[in-house]
């Protein structure tokens, strides 16, 4: 059983910068497909980004892509969400989230396909 904790958020104006981090522990790391969820008030959990147990293979979603960049390192059980020109509209508790059981090279996208998740870190953008 994976045991995940985030950290690095904040409070941040938009335009700016802030890098989530979160380490693993439990069985071994890159058995894992890692992914980075978050949900705002009100709304329901959705996927942000993920990362394929070799770390080869990267996945976004639309409302971030070309603004984040998720990566891991499997040497310090760590994967790490870096995000740049933060909107305010990316205002959310953002989560960590391990998937066991996929190929090497594969992103699961869904949330049902997760099977361990962190406390969250809030992350919130002022205009």
């Known amino acids: 059983q994976a045991q995940l904790v985030e950290s690095g958020g904040g409070l941040v104006q938009a335009g700016g910068s802030l890098r989530l981090s979160c380490a693993a522990s439990?069985?071994?790391?890159?058995?894992?497909?890692m992914g980075w969820f978050r949900q705002a008030p009100g709304k329901e959990r959705e996927f942000a980004a993920g990362?394929?147990?070799?770390?080869?293979?990267?996945y976004y979603a639309d409302s971030v892509k070309g603004r984040f960049t998720i990566s891991r390192d499997n040497a310090l059980n760590t994967v790490s969400l870096q995000m740049n020109r933060l909107k305010p509209e990316d205002t959310a508790v953002y989560y960590c989230?391990?998937?066991?059981?996929?190929?090497?090279?594969?992103?699961?996208?869904?949330?049902?396909?997760?099977?361990?998740w962190g406390q969250g870190t809030q992350v919130t953008v002022s205009s």
């Open positions: 990362i394929s147990r070799s770390g080869g293979s990267t």
């Open positions: 989230a391990a998937a066991m059981g996929f190929s090497n090279d594969y992103v699961p996208g869904s949330r049902g396909s997760y099977d361990y």
């Open positions: 439990g069985r071994t790391f890159n058995s894992y497909s």
